[in-house]
């Protein structure tokens, strides 16, 4: 394993800006936008941004997005943003193009985390585990997976969105590592799937194929073997970190993950 001095010098983008207006965390939280909402007294963009920076690991930070107007909420990352020790860019129209639109203001080689600013029990020690296995990996590109009995055990009765391969169900971590730049080339995919989100069966089934399809319904396709055929087909090498903590599958898209997050921390703090 590398000493801290050998350890690989990674950026960072968080993606800050809502999918669509009216967001109903930022309604229920009564701010312009849902990364300034506040969980246990601080907004989420202040946790993240807190999390990430502790991270020896992390070297540069950027924001894509909210809107500066809202920034002038919190004056310290405004003025972190205005000296440069934080970066930040005008977010595009989907999570996809903002990713892109943020990868080209970073150096090609550099290796890149992407996260989102929703993630409000993101830890450090989450993002350390996350980068060290996504290196050591040796794939273009990395995600961030939690089995769904490892978030049940540590939030019963939470429900979360899971994907059903044989050895899961697994559920989603907004955690991403891009770690070359044929990594980058992801974001195109992502792409694809948003356009055709209201049938995103057609670019999934393009990709991984009828027969891996019919064995995912079937209950027989594993993790491996649906990143392989992913690998194959879209030319990159694909990879994924399962992690061990049930906060990693917790992200804020309701009001009612905005209690449960809160309650997390009040018995924290308890």
């Known amino acids: 394993m590398k000493n801290h001095f050998e350890m690989t010098a990674w950026s960072a983008l968080v993606l800050a800006a809502d999918r669509h207006e009216n967001d109903p965390v930022a309604v229920d939280a009564g701010v312009p936008c849902k990364a300034l909402a506040p969980v246990a007294g601080v907004p989420m963009l202040q946790r993240v941004l807190g999390a990430i920076a502790a991270s020896d690991r992390i070297r540069r930070i950027t924001l894509v997005g909210p809107p500066r107007k809202w920034l002038q909420e919190l004056p310290d990352i405004s003025r972190r943003i205005d000296s440069n020790s934080l970066g930040w860019i005008e977010p595009a129209p989907s999570p996809s193009a903002s990713a892109w639109q943020g990868l080209q203001e970073l150096p090609e080689h550099q290796p890149v985390l992407v996260t989102t600013t929703d993630h409000a029990l993101l830890s450090t020690r989450m993002i350390d585990y996350f980068l060290d296995h996504a290196e050591r990996s040796g794939c273009d590109f990395v995600v961030g997976l939690a089995r769904l009995e490892t978030v049940q055990a540590g939030f019963p009765g939470s429900r979360r969105t899971a994907t059903r391969l044989r050895g899961g169900p697994y559920c989603g971590c907004n955690l991403f590592a891009v770690n070359?730049?044929?990594?980058?080339?992801?974001?195109?995919?992502?792409?694809?799937?948003?356009?055709?989100?209201?049938?995103?069966?057609?670019?999934?089934?393009?990709?991984?194929?009828?027969?891996?399809?019919?064995?995912?319904?079937?209950?027989?396709?594993?993790?491996?073997?649906?990143?392989?055929?992913?690998?194959?087909?879209?030319?990159?090498?694909?990879?994924?970190?399962?992690?061990?903590?049930?906060?990693?599958?917790?992200?804020?898209?309701t009001p009612a993950d905005r209690q449960l997050v809160e309650r997390v921390l009040a018995a924290r703090q308890g």
């Open 180 to 253: 070359t730049p044929r990594g980058r080339e992801l974001t195109a995919f992502w792409r694809r799937v948003e356009e055709q989100r209201k049938k995103p069966w057609r670019v999934i089934v393009g990709a991984l194929g009828w027969r891996a399809v019919l064995s995912y319904f079937a209950g027989r396709l594993t993790l491996e073997q649906a990143l392989e055929r992913l690998s194959q087909r879209l030319g990159l090498r694909l990879g994924a970190v399962v992690l061990p903590f049930a906060e990693a599958a917790v992200d804020v898209d």
